[in-house]
DNA sequence: TTGTAAGCGTTATCAT
DNA sequence: ATGATAACGCTTACAA
């Protein structure tokens, strides 16, 4: 900055006042005259230098499991657009399911103004270790502490979708998924039961465990649709396991929907696009996204609040693997 | 750091070196001491002034289009998995096709010890505007002065790929795709070009131009194979325009493979699930990203260096949609 | 093994 | 509108 200044002729606090952009304003031919000189000797500011000097990084963490699936990569997408127009970077971490990550995020956290933690990650206590620090809000997540939670809405659609399917008429309607792996997933299977009972039925004692993958999704319907009185329908806690499940039908010769409903979660892009289109319900990934990162930022500008929570609506998307007619939902033009 | 100076009754420096790790042994007792100072007065690091007085941010920044579709997850997940073990944190930045994405990594690069740019996210100028700042590492995209590049092996494998529905007999294969979108996809029609006169076959003048989306390669393969001389085969040049196509042709009625054979490119994970199952080309995305990780790190840790180029080999992946005997290779445990 | 003190490159306050 | 200069919080010779 100093070689910036002598080229221009003027003192480092002018420079910073034009390459910052803040400050006393300064004179138009200033203005240009620092700033050519800057070019002209290859200068750009250090973020780091400029980070301790403001106290703020200009930047937020976000932290996941992992990044396989169209779920993390939405929400992060959407986060990092809106963090883009609120002017701060994104840093990201994957935890990978280790167990180390509380240390992982101990780390972020150095670099960071504010943090988002997707469900899953950490343990609650080291939650409410970072929400002491700085703001934090958490993604698909019950409320820890002063920590804000957005989540999507899953309890009432699942409970509509498994309506849907009782509609068709199915008596025998098995869930596959997990609902002991994400809060998300737990409201799921919560709102399919309630369905069941709402109609009178007896829902199964326990789930069909299944992991969030094609390949456990096939692996477990298999096994379903094999069984004497198999279900008539699956409700699948994913697209992913429920174009798994369709690959497993297909595989037994079992036709969909005939002689087996299959329903999704999440609309992933090529849900509509598979025979038949998958019935689903679509979450608003990248509002999600766009939500944690706005939320963040009142909390690194503003005091530290009590925490919000904030459920964004999900949307039911009936296609053909349900047994509806398959009214072609294909883009035309 | 000096409140937990005090409490612990040292000096900053004895702080910093057990706190940050290095510098001169400490007494273990000592140690301790200080981390029982530090966790009761709960502090941490700033990494902003750790970054100024070190010279190094301890951090590398990845500039990609935006993160739909499985490739840039895919390859950002390995990078930050690879990054992680080296010590570095990640930043992302989406360019989403922006023109001012110059600016973009301008800021980014105030923030980072190195750069990974993916293809058509900047400017030739701009690559050599950074490279000549720090270790620039580009992803698909042909090398630009100093930088080093990273690249999937596409030409041999298009070649292969085309050479393997030439060999089902199809003389009417169509390249539906666009080249000029990126260099990877430039090379697929390359590569399938080549085939074809390899075969004595002239190929298109032109390919199907489509963009990489599932609604787009249903669009284009609907208008494509309603034409009177409709062509028997369809090489898609990403598993998404493949998917597209495989519901447009069953939209007209048409039999995958029977009477359109349909391939891909990426093997996303439902590729194998769905029916017929795709028959594609598996690049290798998450060493893609390490890759780039780790040579972005030589570029760190070492002397301004030469840049180099790798190339890193593809797998063909022949399932069903190409018309081979549909063997089962979905996971059965 | 530990302490002292000089930077690291900005920003921001206070003069001018 | 611009200039001097004191932080900002850490690392790291150099001393002890």
Redesign the pocket.
């Known amino acids: 900055?100093?070689t910036v200044?002598n080229h221009a002729?003027?003192?480092?606090?002018?420079?910073?006042?034009v390459?910052?952009g803040?400050?006393?304003?300064?004179?138009e031919?200033?203005?240009r005259r620092v700033l050519a000189s800057a070019r002209a000797v290859g200068?750009?500011?250090?973020g780091?230098?400029?980070a301790?000097?403001?106290?703020r990084h200009g930047a937020i963490g976000v932290v996941f499991p992992n990044l396989s699936g169209p779920y993390y990569a939405g929400v992060i997408l959407g986060l990092e657009e809106a963090a883009q127009t609120l002017g701060q970077s994104v840093l990201i971490a994957a935890t990978h399911g280790r167990p180390d990550a509380e240390d992982l995020v101990r780390g972020l956290a150095t670099k960071v103004d504010g943090l988002v933690l997707f469900g899953r990650t950490v343990p609650d206590e080291a939650v409410t270790e970072f929400a002491a620090a700085m703001p934090v809000v958490l993604l698909g997540r019950p409320q820890v502490g002063s920590a804000s939670t957005i989540r999507a809405e899953n309890r009432a659609s699942a409970r509509a979708l498994a309506g849907h399917l009782l509609g068709h008429g199915h008596t025998r309607i098995a869930f596959v998924g997990d609902p002991a792996s994400s809060p998300d997933a737990g409201e799921r299977w919560t709102g399919y039961q309630e369905a069941l009972r709402g109609a009178a039925m007896r829902p199964p004692l326990a789930p069909e465990t299944c992991a969030f993958r094609e390949a456990d999704g096939y692996r477990v319907a298999g096994l379903v649709l094999r069984r004497k009185r198999a279900p008539t329908a699956l409700f699948c806690a994913s697209d992913e396991i429920a174009m798994g499940a369709c690959a497993a039908a297909d595989a037994l010769g079992l036709a969909v929907p005939q002689q087996v409903a299959i329903t999704g979660w999440d609309d992933i892009p090529v849900a509509r696009f598979v025979s038949p289109a998958l019935t689903t319900v679509r979450q608003p990934l990248a509002q999600l996204g766009a939500r944690a990162a706005a939320l963040l930022q009142v909390g690194i500008d503003g005091p530290p609040g009590p925490g919000e929570v904030a459920t964004l609506p999900t949307q039911l998307v009936i296609r053909a693997s349900c047994g509806c007619p398959a009214a072609d939902q294909r883009p035309t033009a």
């Not at 002729?9 to 910073?16: D, H, M, R």
């Not at 803040?22 to 004179?27: L, S």
């Not at 200068?43 to 250090?46: A, D, E, F, P, V």
């Not at 301790?52 to 106290?55: R, V």
Request: no cysteine; net charge positive; charged share 15%.
């Open positions: 900055m100093y200044a002729g003027v003192s480092i606090a002018t420079v910073s006042r390459l910052g803040r400050g006393a304003p300064v004179r031919q200033t203005v200068y750009r500011l250090n780091a230098a400029r301790l000097a403001t106290q």
